[in-house]
Nanobody
Framework: QVQLVESGGGLVQAGGSLRLSCAHSGSIFSINPMGWYRQAPGKQRELVAAIFRGGVTNYADSVKGRFTISRDNAKNMVYLRMNSLKPEDTAVYYC?????????????WGQGTQVTVSS
């Protein structure tokens, strides 16, 4: 089955950078969309960035110009480079994969990695 494992979170000062990594295994291929979500205390989980077949990407307005999602299909890895971090970026970040077809889609999630940005 599908497994996703995030790493790279930590404590960083405002204005700093981090790179998150997601190692995946199972039936995930380059055609499957993948993304990063985050959830702050007391808030709903929200989409941060997604990457699709052909390298097409999508970002939340709040992170555009600061975050970059990428993937290395040969290594079964997805990354999120985060620059110019702000305290409001503090959250648990989750790796996500979508599998399925035209008629049914299924979301898979990692356990998350904590990102804390101090002011």
């Amino acid at each position: 089955q599908v497994q996703l494992v995030e790493s790279g979170g930590g404590l960083v000062q405002a204005g700093g950078s981090l790179r998150l990594s997601c190692a995946h295994s199972g039936s995930i291929f380059s055609i499957n969309p993948m993304g990063w979500y985050r959830q702050a205390p007391g808030k709903q989980r929200e989409l941060v960035a997604a990457i699709f077949r052909g390298g097409v990407t999508n970002y939340a307005d709040s992170v555009k110009g600061r975050f970059t999602i990428s993937r290395d299909n040969a290594k079964n890895m997805v990354y999120l480079r985060m620059n110019s971090l702000k305290p409001e970026d503090t959250a648990v970040y989750y790796c996500n994969a979508v599998l399925g077809n035209l008629y049914a889609k299924y979301d898979y999630w990692g356990q998350g990695t904590q990102v804390t940005v101090s002011s």
